[in-house]
């Protein structure tokens, strides 16, 4: 008998920060940009300095790079001028007194159209024929009516968007020249960025078109910001302000190795804490807007949960790093394959999963259709399951009626037992999350609850919870559940075939 099970591979944007830490994408407002005078010295200084001439030559040197990287990416580097029109509905109190309706203004209630313009920068990528192709973010272009770019020569051409994405935060926009002449920047390779690096950043910050600054790679692999749900980040201290977002993050071969996107601030001003999106993570991307205007994101079909040291000597995989597939979708790729709620992932393809932002990553650029392997430990057994990708749908990522079990199992610890007043007498798993229209919602599941067992078999840790959940040979799931000083037995979910 064939039991079907659905998980999505989906993860919620992580949006970190201190208390009063704005996270700030790098689109700016045109005309936002204050104006601050420098102060003029006392007295004009005439001495020179003396320098040890090889130090000098290595200086002179240093400086002679960042000219050339910048002479020569610059013309690359646009700026995205985008225009978006907004209808706000028009409450007229008058419009109902007839007298009020011969009078001019008096009798309007129709919906009144804004416009507002912004801009971003960006930066040509690719060349095919006539079109030429810009790298942006997609919170600089989305909602936009029209869309303008401004090259580093200052000419300007309409601008017509390709394709965008929203979990990735990039978009591409392109442009029709005869001008073959026109530059276009090296790609570089992302993964060898190391911290440490020396970086650029170009683009139209506050409006000011054209501009460079010079720092390091500060981190890798960051996340947050709210912006994109997929991405890691490059962090550098090179100076990002509003109006940086979709320009490139270059290294001293003059070669893009991100794309900035958003910037930490307490002022809303640049305090050293830029983040760009790995062009690695890019590039496929790149191809997929041109031929299908969008990205198709592979599909495995489980919730996946990044679990503390606690949780995973709970569920007996010792310091493994890794992904809970803490749910599963009934009908997924991974439930077809014979992936079973509670697996803990530690490889895809034999590489080695860190954490769940970089399995949902690599999951999501495998091609709809191609077969991969995933490698799980399930209680003491480690197993390598062929899955067949799927493409991800929203409609069926959404769809959480399917989701099974339909909550987060998690450990009932000492401190939680005294949070919750649960006595130590009962062993078994306390219910989290549940999700809205599930199978643990049909059978009354609540958060808060404690499972005891399941089909009546005793269960005290989450590896017990998970093994005892497994489907294999059954029909019916029922729970035993401790809520309020009660224990009651659910209803029985007919498992579907």
């Known amino acids: 008998m064939k039991k079907i099970f ?37 007295k004009t200084r005439t001495s020179s300095v003396e320098l040890p001439q090889d130090s000098l030559a290595v200086t002179q040197a240093l400086q002679g790079t960042f000219r050339s990287i910048s002479s020569q990416v610059l013309p690359a580097v646009v700026e995205v001028d985008v225009t978006t029109k907004t209808k706000v509905q028009n409450y007229n109190p008058f419009k109902d007194i007839p007298f009020f309706n011969n009078i001019p203004g008096f009798g309007d209630d129709e919906d009144r159209e804004y416009e507002s313009s912004a801009l971003g920068s960006g930066v040509i990528v690719r060349r095919n024929g006539k079109t030429f192709y810009v790298l942006t973010n997609n919170h600089v272009v989305e909602k936009s009516s029209t869309i303008k770019i401004k090259l580093n020569d200052e000419r300007e051409f309409e601008g017509k968007l390709v394709g965008a994405d929203e979990r990735i935060d990039i978009a591409l926009v392109s442009f029709e020249s005869d001008d073959q002449s026109i530059t276009v920047a090296q790609l570089g390779n992302s993964d060898e960025v190391q911290q440490g690096d020396i970086v650029l950043a170009l683009g139209s910050p506050l409006g000011y078109f054209a501009s460079v600054t010079q720092g390091i790679v500060s981190a890798t692999g960051r996340s947050g910001g709210g912006i994109g749900s997929i991405s890691d980040f490059i962090q550098t201290d090179a100076a990002i302000n509003q109006g940086n977002s979709g320009g490139p993050l270059v290294n001293i071969y003059g070669e893009v190795i991100g794309i900035n996107t958003w910037i930490a601030s307490q002022s809303g001003g640049s305090q050293g804490l830029g983040f760009s999106i790995p062009i690695n993570n890019i590039k496929t991307a790149i191809d997929q807007f041109i031929n299908k205007g969008k990205i198709s994101y592979g599909w495995l079909g489980v919730s996946l949960l990044e679990v503390t040291q606690e949780y995973k000597d709970a569920l007996e995989v010792g310091k493994q790093s890794g992904a809970l597939a803490a749910e599963i979708f009934i009908g997924s790729p991974a439930m077809k394959g014979g992936m079973q709620a509670g697996d803990y992932i530690i490889a895809l393809n034999g590489k080695d999963v860190k954490d769940v932002n970089q399995l949902v990553r690599d999951v999501g650029s495998i091609p709809a259709g191609e077969t991969a392997t995933i490698t799980v430990k399930r209680g003491t057994s480690t197993l390598d399951l062929k899955i067949r990708m799927d493409e991800r749908e929203d409609s069926v990522v959404s769809d959480s009626g399917k989701l099974w079990p339909g909550f987060v199992a998690t450990p009932l610890t000492d401190d939680t037992r005294k949070k919750i007043k649960v006595p130590a007498k009962i062993k078994g798993v306390l219910v989290a999350d549940v999700q809205e229209k599930s199978p643990a919602a049909a059978l009354r599941l609540q958060k808060g609850d404690i499972v005891t067992a399941v089909n009546d078999r005793k269960v005290t840790t989450v590896a017990e919870f998970y093994e005892a959940l497994n489907l294999s040979d059954k029909t019916e799931i029922w729970f035993d559940v401790y809520s309020d000083g009660h224990t009651i037995s659910t209803g029985h979910y007919k498992v579907e075939e």
Do not use: D, H, M
């Open 6 to 42: 659905k998980i999505v591979l989906g993860v919620t944007a992580v949006a970190a920060a201190s208390a009063g830490i704005f996270l700030l994408s790098c689109r700016v407002n045109k005309g936002s940009a204050n104006v601050a005078f420098a102060e003029t010295p006392a």
